[in-house]
């Protein structure tokens, strides 16, 4: 057996997504034959994350300032705000280079069947953000499931009354895909909104 | 675009084997939303390994004591020594708790394809381990490849003069195993090795 300061880093592993018993058992070992390499670093930065990451008071990112490096950035078009579930959406959305607006993290979607409701989310703030003024459109990115329209028909609602321009993301065909591995739902959406070339 | 910090730890995440970047940066945002229970105590798992784990000098296992507590078990049979590739079989070996006796973990196999001669390995200390007495049976229980039977080969070649007594693991049908899913090898191996039932 191994020894209990061992096990006990591989039971911690293990709880990390995607990694079962196995696979920490492989990590432990691979983290243990690069100790100056990767185990004090990753320590490190895992202690440093636990002490610096805070969430943004004022659109719910992650970062090491408060409100985020997002909301501070004057560079940023205040009056277009992108509602997002998670954080990794965000950053998705930010790996793409494509919006430079401000963001919103609701922290999941609306679920009868996991009884989250309003009060369970981060959803009244950007209500109440988007209600006080000075936002000209809602983009509402949230994911193509049942619960994330669900969510979408249910801000929509609540904004109606702002006057401002709410959104959502294209249905299409992804940059990249082939139709013949396409749902039969992506592909009549993307038909209903097929582009003129001209 | 996360900060700095954040993405720190999905970088050093991301070279776990099994984690990509796309798991890793799934595990962090599960590590800091869950910070007291797991973040912390994960960093201060691996600053205790990074700074306790040893390799044990006498057989090559961790542990955080040297000799490892296997050497140092006297109720263990010194008698037989088995011998693995990896510390991860010789972890395998102890959670089937059917071998009581030493073990000596190689680091590897020989491998011409790799280049990797017996300087690369730990191979002379249990060959020094046996002809030096006291030891009357090796088990070789490396992997059934190519490189694990050579290695094999290599050190009963080695052992021969010492007048122990040389095994290797039995092949066979694995227990709760289907014949129909077993390549022809193994098949044949277990017919070869079929044993009376009376």
Not at 47 to 58: F, M, Q, T, Y
Not at 68 to 84: A, E, N, Y
Not at 88 to 116: I, N
Not at 167 to 193: F, I, M, N, Q, W
């Amino acid at each position: 057996m191994a020894h209990s300061d061992i096990d006990h880093l591989i039971q911690l592993l293990a709880k990390l997504p995607g990694l079962g018993p196995r696979s920490a058992r492989r990590a432990t070992l691979y983290l243990i034959s690069r100790r100056e390499s990767l185990l004090a670093p990753l320590s490190a930065a895992m202690a440093e994350a636990a002490l610096n990451v805070k969430i943004c008071g004022r659109c719910g990112n992650l970062d090491t300032v408060d409100p985020c490096s997002i909301c501070q950035d004057i560079t940023r078009d205040p009056s277009i705000l992108c509602v997002v579930e998670d954080v990794s959406d965000l950053w998705a959305l930010e790996r793409s280079e494509a919006f430079k607006g401000q963001y919103h993290v609701l922290g999941g979607t609306l679920s009868a069947l996991d009884g989250v409701g309003p009060d369970e989310l981060n959803i009244e703030p950007p209500i109440g953000r988007v209600l006080g003024g000075g936002i000209d459109e809602v983009i509402l990115a949230l994911n193509a499931t049942v619960d994330g329209q669900t969510t979408s028909h249910y801000l929509s609602e609540r904004l109606s009354e702002g006057g401002v321009n709410i959104t959502r993301l294209a249905h299409g065909v992804p940059v990249g895909g082939e139709l013949d591995y396409l749902d039969d739902g992506t592909l009549s959406a993307a038909l209903k909104s097929r582009r003129s070339l001209g």
